[in-house]
């Protein structure tokens, strides 16, 4: 996500590097290299030379502070514009009432049934208790693909197979959630492949009859500069609250991200970083900022962790860790928290300084499946006590996984490194751990 636009932007920052300060004349090539890089990610030529003009007059306007060198002080200058750009601060997410209603919109293709999904995921690992409501009478499919993600994160859907009136389908599902005591509804609307006058009667019928406290416009990412003209479309009859962006994770310039927020003044509120229903974070201008820049964004890694915490299976981990008792069962729960947290390049880029290292790396999701492989192929008891996996059981292991024998042993003695490391952390001990190392 935005590399290309990174390392546009990196490079326009060296033509300013060596220089003792910031000009009119050594900026100009710096500004023009900077509008080229937001043009090739696709965002609008109105808001990319309204940027760049900002990003001039602020430079120019300012010192160079003697411990900062100009092209850092452009960096600063084009995080802040990139922040403010794209909204500033986090927008808030309205969930009171009972139950606060959420109505979902856009246009088909752009992810909105399965956004629907990874909402109703988020809020009830926050605690919330949602109801799926499907409103697409015109798509079985649609209808179908919702009841296959609330079972795949029991969340309960409701719908009305025989009906064809998406406003009474609306209004019976709160009365369902008021019934059934559920807190949050989210209404899944039908889409259109392209914006219509039938279409957007019915939404806006649905909105007036349900009064939400959030209708969001869910928007394929990858789309571009057609993302940010549907946005305009629907926000000059639908007067939305905030965006949604799916397919981050994907090979997207960016540009609607960039620009959405200046074309139709409507916060970005959540972002789709992945296929996975835990691939959902909400939209933080600066992280995104940063992670434009090359500069990580530790505030949504920590986000991301602390959805997959289980405070329980916590306790249960620490308890074993103290014993030294941490098994290959442990091991194999601690990577599934892992790949939960979504696409792992994505993830690593998150971590300040690790982006950039990273770049040319292919960081496959398919990291893990070797050593997943190897762990099945071992028998409930080798799992549970690792120390007697000798080596005839190392080479059935190996084949029954599709491994070799050198692959076997490497994993159970990294396995056992780790092992005693989180053993020393978990009591307490860290300079017995330090010393180990050395």
Same mark, same amino acid.
């Given at each position: 996500m935005f590399e290309k636009l990174s390392e546009k932007l990196e490079r326009s920052f060296k033509v300013l590097k060596g220089q003792g300060k910031i000009t009119e004349i050594n900026i100009a090539e710096t500004i023009k290299e900077v509008r080229r890089a937001l043009l090739d990610a696709d965002v609008s030529f109105t808001v990319a030379r309204?940027?760049? #003009?900002?990003?001039? /007059?602020?430079?120019?306007?300012? %010192?160079?502070?003697?411990?900062? =060198?100009?092209?850092?002080?452009?960096?600063?200058?084009?995080? $802040?514009?990139?922040? /403010?750009?794209?909204?500033?601060?986090?927008? =808030?997410? %309205?969930?009171? &009432?009972?139950?606060?209603?959420?109505?979902?919109?856009?246009?088909? &293709?752009?992810?909105?049934?399965?956004?629907?999904?990874?909402?109703?995921?988020?809020?009830?690992? $926050?605690?919330?208790?949602?109801?799926?409501v499907?409103?697409?009478?015109?798509?079985?499919?649609?209808?179908?693909?919702?009841?296959?993600?609330?079972?795949?994160?029991?969340?309960?859907?409701?719908?009305?197979?025989?009906?064809?009136?998406?406003?009474?389908?609306?209004l019976n599902g709160i009365?369902?959630?008021k019934r059934t005591g559920r807190n949050v509804v989210i209404v899944d609307t039908a889409g259109r492949l392209a914006v219509d006058e039938q279409m957007m009667q019915e939404i806006a019928a649905i909105k007036n009859a349900i009064r939400p406290n959030e209708t969001l416009f869910v928007v394929d990412s990858m789309t571009g500069q057609?993302?940010?003209?549907?946005?305009? /479309?629907?926000?000059d009859r639908l007067d939305f609250d905030g965006v949604v962006l799916t397919k981050l994770d994907g090979d997207t310039r960016g540009g609607a991200a960039l620009s959405i927020r200046a074309v139709v003044d409507k916060p970005i509120k959540w972002v789709g970083t992945g296929e996975k229903m835990e691939a959902i974070d909400p939209f933080?201008?600066?992280?995104?900022? $940063?992670?434009?820049?090359?500069? &990580? #964004?530790?505030?949504?890694?920590? %986000?991301?962790?602390?959805?997959?915490? %289980?405070?329980?299976?916590?306790?249960?981990?620490?308890?074993?860790?103290?014993?030294?008792?941490?098994?290959?069962?442990?091991?194999?729960?601690?990577?599934?928290?892992?790949?939960?947290?979504?696409?792992?390049? $994505?993830?690593?880029?998150?971590?300040?300084?690790?982006?950039?290292?990273?770049k040319d790396i292919d960081i496959s999701d398919d990291a893990f499946k070797s050593i997943e492989a190897i762990i099945y192929s071992m028998t409930p008891l080798e799992r549970s006590k690792p120390e007697i996996i000798n080596g005839s059981r190392r080479k059935r292991i190996a084949l029954g996984s599709g491994t070799n024998v050198e692959q076997v042993n490497r994993l159970i003695k990294q396995f056992e490194q780790t092992r005693k490391m989180m053993a020393q952390v978990a009591s307490g001990n860290p300079l017995k751990m330090m010393r180990r190392r050395k």
């Open positions: 309204q940027f760049t #003009d900002r990003v001039k /007059a602020k430079a120019l306007g300012m %010192d160079v502070i003697n411990s900062l =060198k100009p092209s850092q002080l452009m960096v600063k200058i084009v995080h $802040d514009e990139l922040t /403010a750009l794209m909204g500033g601060e986090e927008s =808030k997410f %309205d969930l009171l &009432g009972d139950p606060a209603v959420v109505l979902m919109s856009g246009l088909q &293709g752009s992810g909105k049934t399965t956004f629907s999904g990874k909402l109703a995921n988020r809020l009830k690992k $926050d605690g919330r208790t949602p109801l799926l499907a409103c697409d009478v015109y798509r079985p499919a649609a209808i179908e693909q919702l009841k296959v993600l609330g079972e795949q994160i029991d969340v309960p859907v409701y719908c009305e197979p025989d009906s064809k009136d998406p406003v009474q389908i609306a009365a369902e959630a057609d993302a940010v003209n549907t946005a305009k /479309a629907f926000n933080r201008p600066a992280g995104m900022a $940063d992670r434009i820049l090359g500069m &990580g #964004d530790i505030v949504s890694f920590v %986000d991301r962790m602390q959805q997959q915490y %289980d405070e329980e299976q916590a306790r249960e981990l620490e308890k074993k860790l103290k014993k030294n008792q941490f098994d290959f069962n442990d091991f194999l729960q601690q990577i599934g928290q892992i790949k939960k947290m979504g696409n792992l390049k $994505d993830l690593a880029s998150m971590i300040p300084g690790v982006g950039k290292m990273i």
